[in-house]
């Protein structure tokens, strides 16, 4: 199985790689695909161009073979849907499963994707817990979990979509916006982000006087 992570990256954080890790070793992923965004729907353009948010994911990643970043979503132009994303990745994928992997907060938000019914025939979801994490217990998304949940990661392995599974993860409350605003203010970043793309932001200057 393939496991997704998109978003912007902006920039790319602990809190983005270390739950990736969780879930790769608990779903016993083949390879985990990092998809930074062209133009995400719901928030507004990245401060980093899209050249500079994947220079900084490769540092990220390097010597971990299990993660791949794909640059599909950056050739398309208009919002970054990610329908369309797992629809392409479908075609060339085959029967492989896939995995989408999107935090609590994302989810509870689902409704508001674009076509975001159709996702799980496309993919399992994978939701990333912390503890404490409510899950919706009424509305529409919770008809769509008693639909659609297993308990198990082994039963994700069984067909290539159309779970939905709470997986707990390492709780690391870091955010981009707040990153950002460090750099922007002077401050340091240190032991948030990979000392690579400490020294990939330096070099090229981003963040300083704007957040």
């Known amino acids: 199985m393939i496991g997704i992570l998109g978003g912007t990256f902006d920039p790319v954080h602990f809190g983005h790689l270390r739950t990736a890790l969780d879930v ?14 062209h133009l995400p729907p719901h928030r507004g353009r990245p401060v980093a161009t899209s050249r500079q948010r994947v220079n900084m994911l490769e540092a990220a990643v390097q010597g971990y073979s299990a993660f791949v970043v794909d640059q599909r979503e950056l050739g398309r132009e208009g919002p970054s849907y990610t329908i369309d994303t797992l629809t392409s990745l479908r075609a060339e994928l085959g029967a ?16 508001t994707w674009h076509r975001w019914g159709e996702l799980i025939d496309l993919c399992h979801l994978v939701v990333m817990t912390r503890p404490g994490a409510r899950i919706p217990a009424q509305g529409e998304l ?9 308990d198990s990661a082994d ?27 460090r750099l ?3 401050r340091s970043a240190d032991f948030l982000i990979p000392e690579a793309v400490h020294k990939l932001i330096n070099r090229e200057g981003l963040y300083q006087g704007r957040q």
């Open 142 to 150: 919770a008809d769509f979990i008693r639909l659609n949940r297993v």
């Open 24 to 37: 790769c070793e608990v779903l016993a992923l083949d390879e985990v695909r990092l998809i930074p965004c």
């Open 96 to 111: 492989t499963g896939l995995c989408l992997l999107i935090g609590m907060d994302a989810f509870r938000g689902l409704t």
């Open 155 to 181: 039963e994700l392995q069984q067909q290539a979509a159309g779970r939905l599974l709470f997986q707990p993860v390492t709780r690391l409350e870091i955010s981009a916006t707040d990153i950002r605003k």
């Open 184 to 186: 922007a203010e002077g």
